[in-house]
């Protein structure tokens, strides 16, 4: 009976521990039709969520199925607001999510583990092939800083590309 009752607890916490983790990315499926931007104010080491009257330019990326974003290298400056637009231009599913190299490593190891998982931040921007997307996102800090699609094996692939923040 003690393996039966630490099986059920055991089960219970994985479950748990599942569904936070797809409330803390968002549950794009509740939102139909939702292809950003989110404005949900959120601060990361990399920035934060940017307000559209603060836009200063619009920087289009396409992901392609040859695993790389074009461009691959983005330059901006602190302080500025950009506003991206993500466009799939390949038959498979894409995103660009922004972050440092060790969080978008560590977001693609979870990504193998739940493929299904849908997220909706901030800093992240999906699309379905021959759709597009948008994030709008304030660059606080400097440094280099980057974007990958961390859909299972695109991110090992090279799907990734960089953000440089200069002065």
Known sequence: MKIVRLCAVLLCATAAGYAGHVEAHGDTQSKPGHRGPNLDFVQKP????????????????????????????IVVRQGETVRFVFKNAGKLNHESVLGTMADLKEHAQLMKKFPGMEHDEPYMVHAAPGQSGEMIWKFTERGEFYFGCLMPGHFEAGMVGSIVVGP
């Not at 307000?51 to 290298?73: E, H, L, N, W, Y």
């Open 46 to 73: 990399f920035g934060q969520t940017g307000d559209p009257k603060d836009v200063s330019r619009t920087i289009q990326v396409t992901g392609r199925d040859s695993m790389r974003f074009d461009p691959a290298r």
